[in-house]
């Protein structure tokens, strides 16, 4: 690890036209986080960095977003965008003030580089290299500058595709655009790039051979392509998504979480899994969900904004919305929908119901097609079901109400009225009986449909 202090230039001015967007490329998310989240986390993640981003005019979300996540980021704003260089520029005074230090340019359009393959980069100017650029190797290289080496395998320069003869065109090697240098003035190495290529941009990628000129040795550290796919069109977006998840996925295995088929499980990037819990197939994370030890999820749930507490069994379908929190050893069946909820230790409710805005407490037994009726349109009203408790199958609890602990509620009530603790509370007609009524019923219906035939 480089123990420079280092400034890194953030990249987020693109119109990133390619998206076919209303939103700006870098507000895109994989795993629920903006692209632009996750380059600012893992920069503010590497010791002694200072971070500066640049947006584009009006781009008053970008700017928002920089301030949630990285609050002492400077904010430049590139007034044209009129290419890589054009917008580390833009940053010239953050670049000016920067004496010593390593200066690290990242594309907010590439999500996935990690803070150990960055510091592998700062290794390359601790052997002596004024500028080092991370290089990878992708399947399909279109679209990508190549990485142009001489017979000895050292950086001459790079060629973006449009500008690139056919030859070089069959070079696999490929600029990630991550780059570091660790030169003084670097402002006044960038300001000799010109724009004169097929895209008439100021190219970033025409540093290295200035800086060559300049008697600077120009490294390459190469990486995987998982670590610096670019994300310029929905397709690559689904295929840093895929790779956030893997890795994800793994980290969880690695760290204790069983899962059967780890491919259909979807994490979000704040997703909490501790040791011991197994999940199966289909579950989808959404936003802020913390699982305790050795909980069990079966197939096909859907959590989001939720606890679930040690040993609790979920599933399968079950829906858990913002404000589920599940205890200790509590069931939770199939088609159960939880929000804003509370359910205590040990608490059941296996089957067919919407528990929304209450409290359960320990113990409790939720019957199959219980329902919190807990708005009227306008206003959301609270459930309180005690300790203990049980209610019948297909009970509508019309909030706000309060079943004291222990109590009964018989099947297919309606309650409206508090219930004491302990007490039976039934609410339905009483049952009617016609004796021989049935086999009367059947003779009549029989008669009508002899004399229809006849006709
Ligand atoms: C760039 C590199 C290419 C590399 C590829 C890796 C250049 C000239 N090309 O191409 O060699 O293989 O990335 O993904 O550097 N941006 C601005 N202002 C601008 C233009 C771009 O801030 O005027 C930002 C974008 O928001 C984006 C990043 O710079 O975050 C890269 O721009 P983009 O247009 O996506 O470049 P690529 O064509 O992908
Ligand atoms: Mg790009």
Same mark, same amino acid.
């Given at each position: 690890?480089?123990?420079?202090?280092?400034?890194?230039?953030?990249?987020?001015?693109?119109?990133?036209?390619?998206?076919?967007?209303?939103?700006?490329?870098?507000?895109?998310?994989?795993?629920?986080?903006?692209?632009?989240?996750?380059?600012?986390?893992?920069?503010?993640?590497?010791?002694?960095?200072?971070?500066?981003?640049?947006?584009?005019?009006?781009?008053?979300?970008?700017?928002?977003?920089?301030?949630?996540?990285?609050?002492?980021?400077?904010?430049?704003?590139?007034?044209?965008?009129?290419?890589?260089?054009?917008?580390?520029?833009?940053?010239?005074?953050?670049?000016?003030?920067?004496?010593?230090?390593?200066?690290?340019?990242?594309?907010?359009?590439?999500?996935?580089?990690?803070?150990?393959?960055?510091?592998?980069?700062?290794?390359?100017?601790?052997?002596?290299?004024?500028?080092?650029?991370?290089?990878?190797?992708?399947?399909?290289?279109?679209?990508?500058?190549?990485?142009?080496?001489?017979?000895?395998?050292?950086?001459?320069?790079?060629?973006?595709?449009?500008?690139?003869?056919?030859?070089?065109?069959?070079?696999?090697?490929?600029?990630?655009?991550?780059?570091?240098?660790?030169?003084?003035?670097?402002?006044?190495?960038?300001?000799?790039?010109?724009?004169?290529?097929?895209?008439?941009?100021?190219?970033?990628?025409?540093?290295?051979?200035?800086?060559?000129?300049?008697?600077?040795?120009?490294?390459?550290?190469?990486?995987?392509?998982?670590?610096?796919?670019?994300?310029?069109?929905?397709?690559?977006?689904?295929?840093?998504?895929?790779?956030?998840?893997?890795?994800?996925?793994?980290?969880?295995?690695?760290?204790?979480?069983?899962?059967?088929?780890?491919?259909?499980?979807?994490?979000?990037?704040?997703?909490?899994?501790?040791?011991?819990?197994?999940?199966?197939?289909?579950?989808?994370?959404?936003?802020?969900?913390?699982? *305790? &030890? +050795? !909980?069990?999820?079966?197939?096909?749930?859907?959590?989001?904004?939720? /606890?679930? =507490?040690? $040993? #609790?069994? @979920? %599933?399968?379908?079950?829906?858990?919305?913002?404000?589920?929190?599940?205890?200790?050893?509590?069931?939770?069946?199939?088609?159960?929908?939880?929000?804003?909820?509370?359910? *205590? &230790? +040990? !608490?059941?409710?296996?089957?067919?119901?919407?528990?929304?805005?209450? /409290?359960? =407490?320990? $113990? #409790?037994? @939720? %019957?199959?097609?219980?329902?919190?009726?807990?708005?009227?349109?306008?206003?959301?009203?609270?459930?309180?079901?005690?300790?203990?408790?049980?209610?019948?199958?297909?009970?509508?609890?019309? !909030?706000?109400?309060?079943?004291?602990?222990?109590?009964?509620?018989?099947?297919?009530?309606?309650?409206?009225?508090?219930?004491?603790?302990?007490?039976?509370?039934?609410?339905?007609?009483?049952?009617?009986?016609?004796?021989?009524?049935?086999?009367?019923?059947?003779?009549?219906?029989?008669?009508?449909?002899? !004399?229809?035939?006849?006709?």
């Amino acid at each position: 690890m480089s123990i420079r202090p280092c400034l890194f230039v953030v990249l987020a001015a693109g119109k990133g036209t390619r998206m076919k967007s209303s939103l700006p490329k870098v507000l895109h998310r994989i795993a629920g986080q903006s692209m632009l989240a996750h380059v600012l986390t893992t920069a503010s993640g590497i010791a002694g960095g200072k971070i500066a981003v640049v947006v584009a005019p009006g781009m008053d979300a970008v700017a928002a977003e920089v301030l949630r996540v990285a609050p002492n980021a400077r904010i430049f704003e590139q007034v044209a965008q009129r290419g890589t260089a054009d917008a580390v520029l833009a940053a010239k005074l953050a670049l000016d003030e920067e004496t010593g230090g390593d200066v690290i340019v990242l594309f907010a359009d590439t999500p996935l580089v990690r803070g150990e393959v960055i510091e592998r980069l700062r290794a390359a100017l601790d052997g002596g290299a004024g500028v080092a650029v991370l290089g990878f190797r992708p399947k399909d290289p279109a679209g990508y500058g190549r990485l142009l080496l001489d017979d000895g395998g050292a950086l001459t320069g790079i060629r973006e595709e449009q500008d690139a003869s056919d030859a070089e065109r069959k070079i696999g090697l490929c600029n990630s655009g991550v780059m570091a240098f660790r030169v003084s003035k670097l402002s006044g190495l960038l300001s000799q790039i010109g724009s004169a290529n097929a895209k008439s941009e100021f190219y970033l990628t025409d540093a290295i051979e200035i800086a060559r000129n300049e008697g600077l040795k120009a490294a390459v550290v190469e990486c995987d392509e998982t670590d610096v796919l670019g994300v310029n069109t929905r397709e690559q977006q689904a295929a840093a998504e895929a790779v956030w998840q893997a890795r994800a996925r793994s980290a969880f295995m690695r760290d204790g979480v069983s899962m059967v088929a780890p491919e259909t499980v979807w994490l979000h990037f704040d997703t909490q899994i501790a040791s011991d819990v197994s999940i199966e197939p289909n579950v989808v994370f959404g936003a802020g969900v913390t699982v *305790e &030890e +050795g !909980a069990q999820i079966l197939g096909f749930c859907h959590i989001e904004g939720a /606890t679930i =507490g040690k $040993g #609790a069994r @979920i %599933g399968p379908f079950a829906r858990f919305r913002p404000g589920a929190r599940i205890g200790a050893k509590v069931h939770i069946g199939n088609f159960v929908e939880v929000k804003n909820t509370t359910l *205590e &230790e +040990g !608490a059941k409710a296996n089957h067919l119901s919407y528990l929304g805005d209450g /409290t359960v =407490g320990a $113990g #409790a037994n @939720i %019957g199959a097609g219980t329902i919190f009726c807990n708005y009227d349109g306008y206003n959301k009203t609270k459930t309180e079901v005690g300790e203990g408790a049980f209610i019948g199958s297909n009970t509508s609890l019309v !909030a706000p109400v309060k079943i004291g602990a222990g109590a009964y509620i018989g099947s297919g009530s309606v309650i409206t009225k508090d219930v004491s603790p302990g007490a039976l509370a039934i609410e339905r007609n009483t049952q009617e009986e016609r004796p021989g009524w049935a086999e009367k019923f059947r003779a009549v219906m029989s008669r009508r449909k002899a !004399a229809a035939q006849r006709k």
